[in-house]
């Protein structure tokens, strides 16, 4: 009996104790909780018990058996959940239970769409949105729309880096639209745009290599020192060659052997070095060549004519002459024509086949820089006074133009460069700065200054980039497309006023007087 009394006094002693909880921790009610930060939960009893139990919205943690516990919220959006504990005794159990929440508000995600960039057709192009981010993130989905004609077909519109074949029209403007939506429903989109150049920029067949002059090229250049061959002509070489489809390499020098400025363009083959043929002309060559679709080279001469050459056998097609020194290098239009400046002071639109002026703008000086051509046929130009001029290309009536630094003036021996986006980048000569103009209206985006005159002609690479070269300070600089702001800037050891050239895998190259030749890339 008095057995029986103890046990059953025992027992009652521990009923009566059972739920007597010491202390908790935290105590508030609820519990505020911050994401990826690990709170601590704490429980005392009277009672030893002989064991404990934590459960997370009923669901038991087979790991934590002590009196505290750890939990870390992994939620990024706004959430409450249940923290309990059991102290578990012979006969009862104590239990204890926080709520916990987490209070913060969802921010939007936001969408990039990777940089404007520049494709040929029939090209396989992939769309990046690989740098779209979320503060909480959680982007759970990517939406690529196409905006406009002609329409392609994207392979998977949900792929953060989907991609389409260009099967549209050289000249093309495609623009897509990403949106990107977090776990909480908002989203956000952005815009990138892919320009279609005609599978003939492949080659380089123009000054700058293609019509927007931007510089670049699809191929990767030689990786070694190994040198194919070298091929002599009269005298000096200004210009810079250009390459035919069956790469033929087509060059002008300045100045012939002799007392006579009567200087030669050159085709020299382009797998052996030797001359196929060489063209007379009567001065200096300062500009580069051009190729059209058909092969015919155009080439401008100090003897104030533009030539057409054909490229197969050297013959002259037809010549037209300005009123002074071509130094300007010609650009050929999507349909064609031949845009080229003359220090006459004008800007001409040249019939491809027969030669005859359909059109000529007059600018305020003379024009030795050389045209760019837009996706949509606008040709943009400078002169000597400072001024860029964008010209409708069918007609040559002035679109806008840009005077520098009104009303003292500059001058563009720069060539303009289009970007993916449009966006006309150019240097000025005399006040050492780069410009950015809105080619809608030509206002100015940005401006950056160099320190010294800016005879380069900017190159533009695939991610929007723009490379220069400054002269007398002899500095090569990287500009941040969008804003002008300097990424990086290099010195060499002379003057630069060579043009930066874009190999495929980025490497940038460009030349100073100090007689080197530098490329830079990042490490891989």
């Known amino acids: 009996m008095k057995k029986i009394l103890s046990i059953l006094m025992l027992f009652l002693v521990t009923a009566l104790l059972s739920g007597?909880?010491?202390?908790?921790?935290?105590?508030?009610?609820?519990?505020?909780?911050?994401?990826?930060?690990?709170?601590?939960?704490?429980?005392k009893v009277f009672l030893t018990p002989l064991k404990y139990v934590?459960?997370?919205?009923?669901?038991?943690?087979?790991?934590?058996?002590?009196?505290?516990?750890?939990?870390?919220?992994?939620?990024?959006?706004?959430s409450k959940h249940t923290i309990t504990v059991k102290a578990v005794h012979l006969f009862f159990t104590d239990v204890y239970t926080w709520n916990v929440q987490y209070e913060g508000t969802n921010k939007s995600p936001t969408a990039n769409a990777g940089p404007d960039q520049y494709a040929y057709a029939d090209d396989i192009v992939t769309l990046d949105g690989s740098g779209s981010t979320d503060p909480d993130n959680n982007i759970v989905t990517y939406l690529w729309e196409q905006i406009g004609e002609p329409t392609v077909t994207l392979l998977d519109p949900n792929a953060m880096k989907p991609q389409f074949e260009a099967n549209v029209p050289a000249g093309s403007s495609l623009s897509f639209k990403l949106t990107v939506t977090d776990a909480g429903?908002?989203?956000?989109?952005?815009?990138c745009v892919v320009a279609i150049n005609d599978k003939t920029d492949k080659t380089w067949h123009m000054f700058r290599h293609d019509r927007q002059h931007t510089g670049r090229s699809p191929?990767?250049?030689?990786?070694?020192?190994?040198?194919?061959?070298?091929?002599?002509?009269?005298?000096?070489?200004?210009?810079?060659?250009?390459?035919?489809?069956?790469?033929?390499?087509?060059?002008?020098?300045?100045?012939?052997?002799?007392?006579?400025?009567?200087s030669n363009v050159y085709a020299i083959d382009g797998t052996f070095g030797t001359q196929k043929w060489a063209f007379t002309t009567g001065d200096w060559i300062w500009g580069s060549p051009a190729i059209g679709t058909d092969g015919t080279v155009y080439v401008g001469s100090d003897d104030f004519n533009v030539y057409a050459i054909d490229g197969t056998f050297g013959t002259q097609k037809w010549v037209f002459t300005t009123g002074a020194y071509v130094d300007s290098?010609?650009?050929?239009?999507?349909?064609?024509?031949?845009?080229?400046?003359?220090?006459?002071?004008?800007?001409?639109?040249?019939?491809?086949?027969?030669?005859?002026?359909?059109?000529?703008f007059t600018a305020g000086s003379c024009v030795s820089s050389s045209p760019a051509i837009g996706l949509d046929g606008t040709v943009y130009v400078g002169d000597l006074i400072g001024k860029v001029y964008a010209l409708y290309g069918t007609t040559g009536i002035e679109k806008w133009e840009y005077a520098m630094e009104f009303p003292t003036g500059d001058q563009v021996q720069s060539s303009p460069a289009?970007?993916?986006?449009?966006?006309?980048?150019?240097?000025?000569?005399?006040?050492?700065?780069?410009?950015?103009?809105?080619?809608?209206?030509?206002?100015?985006?940005?401006?950056?200054?160099?320190?010294?005159?800016?005879?380069?002609?900017?190159?533009?690479?695939?991610?929007?980039?723009?490379y220069v070269g400054s002269y007398y300070n002899g500095k090569v600089f990287a500009l941040d497309g969008t804003t002008g702001a300097k990424k990086w800037e290099y010195q060499t050891g002379g003057y630069v006023d060579s043009s930066p050239a874009i190999?495929?895998?980025?490497?940038?190259?460009?030349?100073?007087?100090?007689?080197?030749?530098?490329?830079?890339?990042?490490?891989?």
């Open 329 to 360: 290098s010609p650009a050929i239009g999507a349909d064609g024509t031949v845009y080229v400046g003359s220090y006459d002071k004008k800007v001409y639109a040249l019939d491809s086949i027969y030669g005859h002026k359909i059109w000529e």
């Open 219 to 262: 191929y990767k250049g030689a990786q070694t020192a190994n040198l194919k061959w070298t091929f002599t002509t009269g005298t000096i070489v200004y210009d810079s060659p250009a390459i035919g489809a069956d790469g033929t390499v087509y060059v002008g020098e300045w100045a012939a052997s002799g007392s006579s400025f009567a």
């Open 503 to 524: 190999g495929a895998d980025g490497t940038v190259y460009i030349g100073s007087s100090d007689g080197k030749v530098y490329a830079f890339r990042d490490p891989d």
């Open 185 to 191: 429903g908002l989203s956000s989109s952005d815009i």
């Open 418 to 466: 289009i970007g993916a986006d449009g966006t006309v980048y150019v240097g000025g000569y005399s006040h050492g700065k780069v410009y950015a103009l809105d080619s809608t209206d030509g206002h100015k985006i940005w401006e950056f200054a160099t320190g010294s005159a800016v005879w380069s002609s900017p190159a533009i690479g695939a991610d929007g980039t723009v």
């Open 54 to 78: 934590w459960s997370v919205d009923g669901t038991v943690d087979t790991g934590a058996t002590e009196n505290t516990y750890s939990y870390m919220l992994n939620d990024v959006l706004p």
């Open 20 to 43: 007597c909880i010491i202390s908790h921790t935290p105590t508030e009610d609820p519990v505020n909780l911050t994401p990826g930060v690990a709170k601590i939960f704490t429980i």
